[in-house]
């Protein structure tokens, strides 16, 4: 199978000023994201969708694609992604390229351990799934309702980790890992969709940076490498 892998990267990012170009582990934010996606060799084609010159110049320095300027109604503070996902695979098609499948990485979680990029992959294509997405297990016990609180578990019979049988571990959904057949994400317009897989990732690779604080933190997995 061929992938096209997509980093959408919007300017005028207001949480923190010029994020995706921030410096972090000593790269700007993007090119972890960029470096992952090159190093993997079933994936064709890394481009990068933004709507700003300037992180246009910094993605092809680090190696991506940034054939065309997104346009401006696809750079709005309400933008969801899949419209950014179609309009990049729909330039791609017009220009001979049909990528059997789209990877979305997003840059906001640029901290994916060596390997995992390529196994999740690896597992899209073993399962025969039409899609995917990146997941961390959660052990958290969740309520919702402030004013008339609901637990959304049994709070009385409160159960351990180690007695949650694996059918009934929850997951979170990480940000980090999106795969989707074109042909699919062409007709549903959905990220998601068809036979769907999940691809569990380690705790401090399903981190999203939103504000200064997570660069910090995320700053600190880094520097440690490949962790145990």
């Not at 923190?16 to 994936?43: D, F, H, M, T, Y």
């Not at 997003?106 to 990146?134: C, H, K, N, Y």
Request: charged letters at 25%.
């Amino acid at each position: 199978m061929q992938y096209l892998a997509i980093i959408p990267a919007r300017g005028g990012s207001k949480g923190v000023p010029g994020k995706n170009i921030r410096e972090i582990g000593g790269k700007p934010l993007i090119a972890w994201s960029i470096g992952q996606a090159k190093a993997v060799s079933a994936i064709a084609r890394v481009a990068v969708s933004t709507d700003d010159p300037v992180i246009a110049a910094v993605a092809r320095e680090y190696g991506a694609e940034v054939p065309f300027q997104r346009p401006e109604a696809l750079a709005r503070d309400t933008t969801p992604t899949e419209p950014v996902m179609l309009h990049a695979v729909d330039w791609y098609q017009k220009n001979g390229f049909i990528p059997d499948a789209v990877i979305l990485l997003q840059p906001t979680s640029p901290w994916r351990r060596p390997g995992s990029l390529a196994a999740a992959i690896a597992r899209f294509e073993q399962t025969m799934a039409d899609s995917l997405l990146g997941v961390c297990e959660n052990h958290h016990f969740f309520w919702k309702n402030e004013d008339q609180p609901e637990a959304l578990y049994d709070f009385r019979n409160r159960p351990r980790r180690q007695d949650i049988s694996r059918e009934d571990r929850w997951y979170r959904e990480n940000g980090s890992i999106y795969i989707t057949r074109t042909r699919l994400l062409m007709d549903g317009g959905n990220r998601l969709g068809g036979k769907i897989a999940m691809y569990p990732m380690q705790e401090d690779e399903s981190w999203e940076i939103d504000s200064l604080a997570d660069f910090a933190i995320v700053a600190a997995f880094i520097s440690h490498g490949d962790m145990p």
